[in-house]
């Protein structure tokens, strides 16, 4: 059932809106409003964290325990089906880039660095540190948004996915510097393999010899963040030319975008191969 409903999930996504109707997080930032307010658990951030993330995952894990001996478990196919669009991405990345790609074909260096920072929440010093930061923007949505949680997903089933994104959401929406900080140490553990079977993949799909000399000293290295690692060796598994003007800076933002497709059917064959096998 895993692979059908990965399969199934990629298919919701690119040919209806269902994702943006399912991602409602207004109940859960209401109860992440809620512990936060409280006094006895405002003061205690792993308390908080655990009563955020863990209440909800047990939630999951009894309804999918409920409906397993249902109908030879296929009734849970619609339960794993919304949790995991669910704990996709917000946004979509494409839609988002598109002003930007406007104004750099212009060559409009301040339209394109306006747009980064309304759109993207992007500021830099110049046209080379704009295109980086957008480049490596684009490679961490994609695994925060897709990879990782189809990785968790595919290891550990639906909880896991649903924990990786209120983890996420955390970072992204508490109020608690001390709560931000804790789902972010969290957040970095789960972040840790995946991130590197995915640079492994990019390896396969891209520039291999060049991912390899990239990653190969960091490969073990605990602290480094899982955003910088993709940062560093994403570019260079793409194999990317160093103009950035006009369209050779688009060329390089599509060069990353077909790297990432080539990696999802990559991802999306193993899957496969790993269920027959399994």
Same mark, same amino acid.
């Given at each position: ?5 990965? !399969?199934?999930?990629?298919?919701? #996504? ?6 943006? #109707? ?43 325990? /409920? ?7 296929? !009734? ?18 494409? &839609? ?23 759109d993207l929440g992007i500021n /830099?010093? #110049? ?5 980086? /930061? ?15 949680? @189809? ?9 896991a996915a649903l924990a990786y ?16 900080? &804790? ?14 079977v995915l640079l492994a993949s ?29 940062? #560093? ?37 193993? @899957? ?7």
């Open positions: 059932m895993i692979f059908l409903v990965v !399969l199934l999930v990629l298919l919701i #996504d690119k040919l209806t809106d269902w994702r943006r #109707d399912v991602q409602q997080d207004g109940p859960w930032l209401h109860l992440l409003r809620r512990i936060e307010s409280r006094p006895a658990l405002a003061s205690k951030p792993w308390l908080s964290l655990l009563v955020a993330v863990l209440l909800p995952i047990l939630l999951l894990g009894l309804l999918l325990i /409920a409906l397993k001996p249902l109908a030879y478990g296929w !009734l849970s196919l619609p339960l794993h089906l919304l949790v995991l669009l669910y704990s996709l991405g917000r946004g979509q990345s494409k &839609r988002e880039l598109g002003p930007f790609r406007d104004a750099w074909r212009r060559d409009d260096g301040e339209a394109a660095a306006l747009v980064a920072e309304r /830099a010093s #110049d046209a080379p540190s704009l295109l980086r /930061a957008v480049e490596a923007q684009l490679l961490w949505r994609s695994h925060q948004g897709f990879f990782a949680v @189809i990785f968790w997903y595919v290891l550990l089933g639906p909880m994104r209120l983890l996420s959401l955390t970072v992204e929406h508490a109020r608690s510097e001390a709560l931000r900080e &804790r789902a972010g140490q969290l957040l970095h553990a789960f972040d840790w393999l995946p991130v590197r990019f390896g396969l799909v891209g520039n291999f010899v060049a991912v390899n000399r990239a990653l190969l000293h960091d490969l073990l290295h605990w602290e480094i963040p899982a955003r910088q690692l993709l940062a #560093d060796v994403g570019p260079a598994a793409a194999d990317l030319s160093d103009a950035f003007e006009g369209e050779a800076g688009l060329a390089r933002l599509d060069s990353l975008a077909a790297l990432l497709v080539r990696t999802r059917m990559l991802w999306y064959a193993a @899957i496969a191969l790993w269920i027959i096998l399994l």
